[in-house]
């Protein structure tokens, strides 16, 4: 079973966060690093190309400056290999800009099954996966809390507000997981030395057969139009018990209709 996952490479969030010069987008001029959300896309493949006997996980990953640092980390995991597109002309590419790259990318190689997260940790409109799937004529299943290959079938058991929903696709489709779908491995010491010779493939627009105008900021729909600080959190509140604790945190979470 090939299966490709869509990872994305993000500034480290740990690390203080700035925009760019004279625009509302992230500067992502630095080191990038795999984006949390993508580990847990990056095991689920591993486990269901395992589980399959044989196949391949292959990464598609669009980041500016030739950045392949979050994609050697999700090699060091077991990956074969990876696609990275990169190219000056896809700056300022909105959600649809980056699922018709990741489409053109994903089309290249031929999947059975394309994993992606529900939401990325920095841009998280959660919009881009149901893109490449419609982009590619796919059926799509979004929030899996796990997945199983059964034939030519997978079968996802979809988180809903009220619990879940047991749903069940041909291959291949595009599924997106949700944190704590599995535990992702960390890299071993092998897995880091092997991941150095392991293939990543750079690819421009123009080799993808797309048009300038499709992608960054010419093709983009979506602006920006202005970004805030986020407001400070409060101090909270600290529950003394004096022997009423607990019901005092249950009317609180009441006040605040959480329970
Ligand atoms: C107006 C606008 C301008 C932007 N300008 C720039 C810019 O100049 N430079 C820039 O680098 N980014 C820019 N971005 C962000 C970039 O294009 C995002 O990658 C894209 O919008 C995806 O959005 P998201 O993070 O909300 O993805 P989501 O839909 O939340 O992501 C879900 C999942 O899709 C996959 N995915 C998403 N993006 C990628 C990716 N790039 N590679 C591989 N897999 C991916 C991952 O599995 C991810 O977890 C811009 C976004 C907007 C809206």
Known sequence: MNIVVCVKQIPDPAAPQSL?????????????????????????????????GGGEVTLVSMAPNGETAGLRTALA?????AILVSD????????LGTAKVLAAAIG?????????ATESSDGYTGTTPVQVAELLGL?????????????????????TEAGYDEVTSPLPAVVTVTAGVVEPRYPSFKGIMAAKSKPIETLSVADLGLDGGQVGAAGGRQ????????EARNAGEIVVDEGDGAQR????????KVI
């Open 20 to 52: 760019e010069a004279g625009s509302h987008t992230l500067d992502r001029s630095g080191k990038l690093i795999l984006d949390d959300s993508d580990a847990y896309g990056v095991e689920m493949a591993l486990q269901l190309a395992e589980q399959a």
């Open 108 to 116: 290249r190689v031929g999947a059975d099954l394309i994993i992606a």
């Open 88 to 95: 000056d002309a896809l700056k300022g590419s909105d959600a």
């Open 139 to 159: 059926p799509s299943i979004t929030f899996a809390k796990s997945v199983a290959i059964d034939g030519g079938t997978v079968k996802v058991d979809r988180q």
């Open 249 to 256: 945190i249950v009317t609180f979470l009441e006040n605040l």
């Open 223 to 230: 602006v920006i139009t202005s970004v805030d600080e986020a």
């Open 77 to 81: 995991m077991g990956a074969a290999k």
